[in-house]
């Protein structure tokens, strides 16, 4: 397939030469003023545009600055064709993105060489670019995926399944898209992502606590509890120790981890534990991931209790019962539960546990 050339010149015996020029190697498309030109450039998506400098209403310059206004427009390669000399056009056309100049009067050799040239240049980019975001797509599967497994490994032991590590998940996204499209000044969308993806190693902790005691049927002593309480710390520790493999660069991701691994059970009115940390000083992806937590144990049936329904969990969870209370949340947090709880609900209700 012909690559695609938008010319655009308010001077139409200019567009018939550049259209006599290129049209045997290329699809080309004319437009004889900015606003026209736009429009084709969203109709015809090119892979080049051929820019006049001199036009009425619109010149190439302000033309130019509309068209990067547009991310999808950002590796449209644009080659400027004027007659002016100074080179102070020049260089403010290359300041603003064009890639090249072709001088008037037109050489059509000189033509051909550049936007071969040009186009050329742009196909190894795209290649690479592509390359790029699948490998980047790769490793970021595989890094869930080893996430999903350390989660896995640490819920099973007390009986938790997939489904429940999944759910976290997702209902964490229902959250950090609220918040992060309510809040962005607060939460921006990579840390949303990050914090999204950490948070089924919320427990990965457990994986220290004893068989006799995090599969105990009954309830638990205080000295039991006390023990359990501990997984927050112990997850805290072991995901530092990973952090020490990795560079300075690098380290993000885990500390974001580690923040929700330790946090989790952290309260906002500062009754939680491990530190009885409160309010704002608790990590706000601990704070976000309390309520997945939460949410989730209550619905779930285990050994010593019945799993309560969504309208009880909710009603819990929104007005108290004597162990839950609002105030234990993040009120941001809680108005983001508020927005999504009937998503969280049908994402609970469509990914049952199977034990």
């Known amino acids: 397939m012909a690559y695609k050339v938008l010319i655009v010149d308010d001077v139409q015996i ?30 015809a998506r090119p892979d080049m545009i051929l820019l006049d400098l001199s036009m009425p209403e619109m010149d190439g310059f302000e033309l130019l600055r509309t068209i990067r206004k547009n991310p999808a427009n950002e ?5 400027f064709v004027t007659a002016e000399k100074d080179e102070y056009s020049e260089e403010k056309g290359l300041s603003l993105g064009a890639v090249d100049y ?46 999903m497994g350390m989660s896995l490994l640490s819920e099973s032991r007390d009986g938790i399944t997939g489904a429940h590590i999944a759910r976290i998940k997702e209902q964490t996204r229902l959250l950090t898209c609220y918040i992060h499209q309510r809040y962005p000044q607060i939460l921006c969308k990579e840390m949303a992502q990050l914090i999204t993806t950490y948070s089924p ?18 309830s638990l002593t205080r000295e039991e509890f006390d023990l359990v309480k501990t997984h927050t710390q112990s997850g805290g520790e072991l995901l530092r120790q990973m952090m020490e493999f990795l560079s300075d660069d690098n380290r993000t991701p885990i500390t974001v981890a580690i923040n929700i691994a330790e946090g989790h059970h952290e309260r906002f009115d500062g009754t939680g534990y491990p530190h009885g940390l409160s309010g704002y000083d608790i990590p706000l992806a601990a704070r976000i991931v309390a309520i997945p937590d939460v949410y989730d144990a209550l619905r779930s049936t285990r050994p010593y209790k019945r799993g ?24 941001m947090v809680l108005e983001a539960f508020q927005a999504v709880h009937s998503q969280m609900a049908h994402l609970f209700d469509t990914n049952p546990d199977t034990i």
């Open 201 to 218: 190693l919320h427990d990965v902790g457990k994986v220290g606590i004893p068989d006799n005691v995090l599969k105990k049927p009954g």
């Open 14 to 43: 200019n567009l018939d030469i550049l259209e006599t020029i290129l049209n045997d190697e290329y699809d080309v498309f004319t437009a004889i003023s900015g606003k026209s030109a736009l429009e084709l450039i969203e109709a």
């Open 308 to 331: 309560f329904t969504h309208e009880e969990a909710l009603d819990i969870i929104l007005k108290g019962d004597g162990r839950t209370d609002p105030k234990h949340f993040d009120p």
């Open 75 to 79: 590796h449209i390669p644009v080659i």
């Open 102 to 147: 072709i001088k008037k009067p037109y050489s059509a050799e000189v033509i051909s060489i550049k936007i071969r040239n040009h186009l050329e240049l742009k196909a190894y980019r795209d290649d690479l670019e592509g390359l790029v975001q699948e490998r980047t797509r790769q490793l970021t599967a595989s890094n869930e995926a080893i996430i």
